[in-house]
């Protein structure tokens, strides 16, 4: 009876395990896996919040539009004979009383109660437009990072995806092979208990079963590592989840390499990045203009708190020019300049060095192509090297250890081609990175 109980909760343990098993597991294809990475990878949001960031800056330059409103309330009080009879214009009191000398000598407390608001209207101020017009270049700039950045998570994720099909082919590749293997090691079972073979090929065929059981193991850690980097990459929560791919085959190619890069987007970034730095140097040039501000003030004033008996305006333009700041800004204009000349530098060799890698990798994915016709070749031959020596180690006419080798040099065979299409095709994606 306790056997029984015993038989019947390793049952409901077993399916138990699966159904977790079942549920920690969820197919996702690439497409969907970009989608989900573009909408919530944490590199591509911190990108789209530097470029929310550059435009809060770029609407702070509407100020040299806008005018600028200062609302205060002032209560003084004062025996200061100017002051004083300051108050009583200001408050438009003034009676031939208050011209008595003694009393203008000592006029006792006074108060004063005024609102008052001042305005003020850029009129012309060249230097601030085109500061302005750095400050959209450099928005622009950010906005073309942010694309370089999705382009670039783009290219991991389907990276991850890919690596994560040759962990699953890896998988049914040694799966396979320990069937096989297994196969093997019963029959060569069969033949020691007949005293047909020695007790060498029945260890031979055993460590192989434990080499691909250790191997197998291996695999099944790659499914879930390569789950968990696919999992960061889309910003989701890195957990138990085993993510379930489409089959790892050759990704074609139907694309040609676009050898004219101006239009990337991380060398459109570095033309808004010069752009910007222009602006400044000229920014700095029209500092030795003159400026032309219009200002206002509106005010209202009593001798009584919150009171409002009398008011007052002053209008006015104001022009400045500064004619010297000890060479502070010549410098400023020097400094600018040669970042705008480094920025193009890096242009030109960023340019430079992209061609390069595009040359490069289409160089690797012919030699891959190359490599993956072979091996699918070398796969062909090792299937039937097996199958002959399968046939002949029925018949006795080769030992044990030639049928494990023939057997290993298939897997093996299938593992380098299934690892060569992998690599094929992740090279293919970085191709199409670059050339965007």
């Known amino acids: 009876m306790v056997k029984k109980v015993n038989l019947i909760t390793a049952i409901a343990a077993i399916l138990l395990a699966g159904t977790l098993e079942a549920q920690n597991k969820h197919y996702i294809s690439v ?14 949001k911190m990108a ?36 004083a009879f300051g108050f009583l214009l200001q408050q438009q009191t003034v009676t031939a009383m208050d011209f008595d000398p003694s009393k203008l000598n000592n006029p006792g407390a006074v108060q004063d109660y005024s609102a008052k608001v001042d305005a003020k209207l850029p009129l012309l101020n060249m230097d601030m437009i085109y500061s302005r017009r750095g400050a959209k270049a450099q928005e622009e700039m950010y906005k073309h990072k942010t694309q370089r950045t999705k382009e670039y998570i783009e290219f991991e994720v389907k990276k991850a995806y890919t690596q994560l099909q040759f962990s699953y082919m890896a998988k049914n590749i040694l799966s396979n092979s320990l069937n096989d293997v297994k196969l093997i090691y019963e029959s060569v079972n069969n033949f020691y208990y007949q005293g ?16 691909i059981e ?39 190619r139907n694309f040609t390499t676009n050898e004219i890069l101006t239009n990337r987007a991380d060398i459109r970034a570095m033309e808004k990045a010069i752009d910007a730095t222009d602006m400044m140097v000229k920014s700095s040039k029209m500092a030795y203009l003159p400026r032309i501000n219009a200002f206002g003030t509106y005010q209202l004033n009593d001798s009584k708190p919150f009171g409002f008996h009398a008011d007052s305006y002053l209008i006015g333009i104001n022009l400045t ?8 800004n010549r410098s400023k204009i020097k400094t600018y300049q040669y970042q705008r000349d480094r920025l193009r530098e890096e242009q030109k060799f960023q340019i430079k060095q992209s061609k ?11 030699d891959l192509q190359i490599e993956i016709n072979k091996h699918t070749i070398s796969v062909e031959q090792s299937e039937e090297a097996l199958r002959i020596q399968s046939n002949r180690h029925k018949e006795g006419l080769v030992s044990t250890t030639d049928l494990l080798m023939s057997q290993a040099q298939l897997s093996q065979q299938k593992l380098l081609q299934a690892q060569a299409v992998m690599t094929y095709n992740i090279a293919l994606a970085y191709l199409i990175f670059l050339s965007k």
């Not at 390569?226 to 085959?249: C, K, N, P, Q, R």
């Open 31 to 44: 497409a969907e896996a970009i989608d989900i990475a573009v909408r919530d990878n944490s590199q591509i």
């Open 48 to 83: 789209e919040l530097e470029q929310k960031t550059a435009n809060a800056r770029y609407r702070q330059t509407d100020a040299i539009f806008l005018p600028s409103v200062d609302l205060g309330y002032t209560a003084l009080s004062t025996n200061n004979p100017l002051n």
């Open 196 to 211: 047909l073979i020695q007790k060498s090929d029945l260890l031979n065929a055993q460590v192989q079963v434990n080499t």
């Open 214 to 252: 250790s191997a197998l193991s291996k695999a099944e850690s790659s499914i879930q590592n390569a789950s968990d980097g696919l999992a960061l990459l889309m910003g989701t929560e890195v957990e138990s989840t085993i993510y379930i791919s489409d089959t790892l085959s050759e990704t074609e």
């Open 321 to 328: 020019w500064n004619i010297f700041s000890g060479n502070q």
């Open 356 to 366: 390069l890698e595009i040359e490069k990798t289409n160089r690797e994915i012919n």
